[in-house]
């Protein structure tokens, strides 16, 4: 078997049949497509169920609790066949000539990864807009991959962005973290720092829907994801530290920006009342270790960034939200 995708789905009742659609199109030969029921209650599996019967190399893998989008994808990944892996969110829209192209240049050039491009889709409109303007790189290191995106500001860590090797990860014991939010930072980027060879073409492999509900959609209603902003920080600095590479510096950088966010953030998403007071009082309680944090980064701006907001969290919430204003909220 070439490939496997592993699509979770909880909750998606108005989405997933667009999601598989075009999956018709990918040869059933060469492709497993594993839908983990992650143990919803609407019409779900049932729309994934009808689609299954009418495909040999579709099937339900059902979880007997729920978990997550992350233990979902675990779980898929433990029953999963294919040489190569797919990870699909049941709401976006993937493009199959796309998956099934990049995971054959992955095969040709014996890649550990391969990294592709994504656009936008707004779900009330249907419009679509681009996604970051990747390069066509490699084959060649992770790590300069990941330095070369960095560079360019066009690197995204989402898992559903690449397709890999599957005896990689398994080699390397790479698996989702569970619990978290904004997991595919401790997945994809230790991965592809860790990849022997990759490559970036900048094909399209999917639609990735913008939509109300959705976990990045979460920000203005409870503060979890300052929980797990710290761990994700803490866990790539753990990464960084067993794992050097020619890329270290620039992922210190990659963490004191993530760790600036806990400001930035509730500038950004207009963060008010008992929500805000919430994540200022979680900057206060962890105060040493975001600090910490924030000072990893190695630029004249990120240090300025770094002292402004260690100094005075709120000072530095009202200058970035003018900021914002200033440049049409592009920062």
């Known amino acids: 078997m070439l490939l ?64 997550g989008l992350s233990a979902a994808r675990n779980t898929g990944l433990d029953e999963a066949d294919g040489d190569y892996i797919f990870f699909l969110d049941s709401d976006d829209i993937p493009v199959p000539e796309s998956i099934q192209s990049l995971t054959f240049e992955a095969k040709d050039q014996k ?8 656009a936008y889709y707004q779900d009330e409109t249907g419009k679509k807009t681009n996604g970051p303007k990747v390069e066509e790189c490699g084959p060649c290191p992770g790590s300069r991959l990941f330095i070369e995106q960095s560079r360019q500001d066009t690197y995204e860590p989402m898992v559903w962005q690449c397709i890999y090797r599957h005896s990689f990860l398994e080699q390397q014991g ?19 720092l860790l990849a022997g060879k990759t490559a970036c073409i900048p094909e399209k ?26 761990k994700v920080c803490k866990g790539l600095k753990h990464f960084n530290e067993r794992h050097p590479t020619e890329a270290s510096s620039v992922l210190n950088d990659r963490i ?63 200058v970035y939200r003018k900021m914002r204003k200033h440049l049409g909220g592009s920062t």
């Open 4 to 67: 496997s995708l592993i699509i979770p789905f909880y909750g998606v009742e108005a989405y997933i049949s667009q999601c598989l659609e075009p999956l018709k199109r990918l040869p059933e030969e060469n492709c497993e497509i594993l839908l983990v029921d992650d143990c919803g209650s609407d019409r779900s599996a049932e729309i994934a169920a009808d689609f299954c019967r009418a495909r040999k190399n579709a099937r339900i893998i059902r979880r007997k609790v729920n978990g």
């Open 111 to 118: 890649l550990d990864m391969i990294k592709g491009a994504f």
């Open 174 to 192: 790479l698996r989702m973290s569970e619990g978290l939010l904004f997991e595919d930072e401790l997945f994809t980027t230790p991965a592809l």
């Open 205 to 230: 492999l999917l639609l990735y829907r913008q939509r109300e509900g959705s976990i990045m959609s979460g920000f203005r209603k409870s503060i979890r994801w300052c929980d797990s902003y710290l």
């Open 256 to 318: 004191a920006r993530i760790a600036l966010s806990f400001g930035k953030n509730i500038a950004a998403y207009d963060l008010d009342g008992p929500v805000r007071e919430e994540a200022l009082g979680f900057i206060r309680e962890h105060r040493q270790e975001i600090s910490e944090l924030t000072c990893l980064g190695s630029s004249p701006s990120l240090q300025l960034q770094a002292f402004l907001f260690n100094h005075s969290p709120e000072t530095f919430i009202h």
